[in-house]
């Protein structure tokens, strides 16, 4: 599987940006998709992960009530979107996608995922 990430930019305190991560190569419907962070001189931090059936996800403390995830299975895409951004909110963001053959869990650790993105660059300025 490999996964394109796009839509980081530079925004304000208090904007929206709006992630996506495309998936091509074997099929993404098996996949359990997330994203993390990585913060310059911080480890890479988990932010949200959404099941394969899409019904279940779960988001980090730190961005819950503003972010949102979303998986279009028949485009290979999941989306994240991301209101009230803070300057915390600042890192690169990275998709990444994990095997499962369940349809109701999601992943939370960074080894449970085999697959990554390169990175969007999200800054949001105070």
């Known amino acids: 599987v490999q996964l394109q990430a796009s839509g980081g930019g530079l925004v304000q305190t208090g904007g929206s940006l709006r992630l996506s991560c495309a998936a091509s190569?074997?099929?993404?419907?098996?996949?359990?998709m997330g994203w993390f962070r990585q913060a310059p001189g911080k480890e890479r931090e988990f932010v949200t992960s959404?099941?394969?059936?899409?019904?279940?996800?779960w988001l980090a403390e730190s961005v819950k009530g503003r972010f949102t995830i979303a998986r279009d299975s028949a485009k290979n895409t999941i989306n994240l979107q991301m209101n009230s951004l803070k300057p915390e909110d600042t890192a690169v963001y990275y998709c990444a996608a994990g095997g499962s053959t369940y349809d109701n869990v999601v992943y939370t650790n960074r080894s449970q995922y085999n697959y990554w993105g390169q990175g969007t660059q999200v800054t949001v300025s105070s």
């Open positions: 190569g074997r099929t993404s419907r098996n996949y359990v």
């Open positions: 959404i099941s394969v059936g899409g019904r279940v996800t």
